[in-house]
């Protein structure tokens, strides 16, 4: 009977906690060219765009990403989410700042409207970001 009440306490401790909490699904939109800049701009006119630029090897990126994943609110028809990974698409993320004039950080989050980044964060700044005034 011990090992029974043992086992249960560590089966409440170790798998409610996962089994209780769903993964969240996000309306991303993979960012892995240069070309889709333009396109970013161009629709920016009708629509805030969003790009989240996440590092896979930083773990204050997981963080981020993960809270901001757990925080979002947003239909697909109040912007578009576009997600890069900088580290496979290098080139993309130094066109992500010339293009927008803004340096470079990891993680980051870009707000365009009118073809133009109207705010952007970086770590914890990003979860602190009030999207709703940009929709």
């Not at 803004?102 to 970086?122: A, F, G, R, Y």
Request: glycine share 2%; charged share 20%; aromatic share 10%.
């Amino acid at each position: 009977m011990f090992k029974i009440q043992i086992m249960g306490l560590f089966s409440k401790l170790f798998s409610s906690s996962v089994e209780q909490k769903e993964e969240k699904s996000l309306p991303w939109l993979d960012l892995n060219t240069i070309n889709q800049l333009q396109t970013i701009k161009d629709k920016s006119t009708a629509k805030t765009q969003v790009i989240f630029k996440h590092s896979t090897r930083c773990g204050i990126s997981r963080m981020v990403i993960k809270q901001f994943t757990e925080d979002f609110v947003f239909s697909e028809n109040q912007l578009d989410l576009y997600y890069l990974d900088l580290i496979a698409y290098r080139e993309v993320s130094n066109a992500v700042a010339n293009t927008f004039n803004v340096v470079h950080e990891s993680p980051q989050l870009l707000v365009i409207k009118n073809s133009i980044v109207v705010k952007h964060e970086s770590h914890g700044g990003i979860n602190d970001l009030d999207l709703n005034r940009f929709i």
